[in-house]
């Protein structure tokens, strides 16, 4: 099984080799003067957002029409193909690592390994989330700063105020700096607010963004996790994150205590 390489994670960065964190704020930095004048569209972003995600969907198992995983992502998420006027596509990675990532252009790929420990519930709120990303603009952002990194790499490319055409080398490296990216407090706590109020406008168990959280916390609590990549790096306040959902929920009257919440023994994808 080949090494995953994936985009704006809401678990947070996955190590993978030779990956450097880009900060969204000083990426311009790494490349020369002239890519700091890049005129980068969101067309440009979903444009490369494609490219990126092509070239893992080919690098990486993905679960077909009729396996579990599939049939069950397609049974929680069928529906939200058109969400808040975006058109979305799901995919399941077959992978040890723990994730989920959503692109700009409307690709939402989903870990198996994040689908065993995750309830029904819990894997709508995570993937709310991601589309919150999307929707707030924040994986255009990511993708610059990707495509800067790569396009750093050929002078000719970080010269140019256009954005240029990536050899299959240079997207596999963008979609490993896009997977590194990290975004701010801000804009992780937009996607948690986006996240919620998708749960709660779908009539969803909006207690399922609370409780994935606590597992986040009990995952990035121990040194070691056998077959588990350290998912939450970039997101160290997952207990904070969780008591904000839990305040929200109880705001609205939607607050109902799910007990202590552990992480399963068996997966819940059958």
Request: charged share 25%; net charge positive; proline share 2%.
């Amino acid at each position: 099984m080949k090494k995953i390489i994936v985009c704006l994670a809401f678990l947070g960065a996955i190590n993978s080799m030779n990956a450097q964190k880009i900060n969204l704020g000083k990426a311009a930095g790494i490349v020369s003067n002239g890519a700091k004048a890049l005129t980068f569209t969101n067309e440009d972003a979903i444009k490369l957002s494609k490219e990126s995600v092509d070239w893992m969907d080919k690098n990486n198992a993905v679960a077909g029409p009729k396996d579990p995983y599939t049939v069950r992502l397609n049974k929680l998420f069928g529906k939200h193909k058109s969400q808040d006027g975006l058109t979305l596509n799901y995919k399941v990675y077959k992978v040890k690592d723990i994730n989920a990532f959503a692109c700009a252009d409307g690709s939402v790929r989903v870990f198996s390994s994040l689908m065993d420990i995750m309830t029904d519930n819990e894997l709508l709120a995570v993937i709310g989330h991601e589309i919150g990303h999307v929707k707030n603009q924040d994986t255009k952002d990511a993708m610059k700063s990707a495509y800067l990194k790569a396009a750093a790499l050929d002078a000719a490319s970080s010269a140019s105020s256009a954005v240029a055409t990536l050899n299959d080398s240079q997207i596999g490296k963008m979609a490993n700096a896009f997977l590194d990216a990290s975004h701010s407090k801000k804009q992780e706590s937009e996607a948690d607010t986006y996240s919620y109020d998708f749960m709660k406008a779908n009539k969803y168990d909006v207690v399922g963004a609370y409780s994935a959280f606590k597992k986040l916390a009990l995952l990035s609590e121990g040194s070691t996790q056998s077959g588990f990549e350290k998912m939450f790096n970039s997101h160290p306040d997952s207990e904070k994150r969780a008591q904000a959902i839990k305040k929200k929920a109880e705001k609205d009257g939607l607050w109902k205590d799910p007990g202590a919440v552990t992480l399963p023994t068996a997966k819940l994808t059958k």
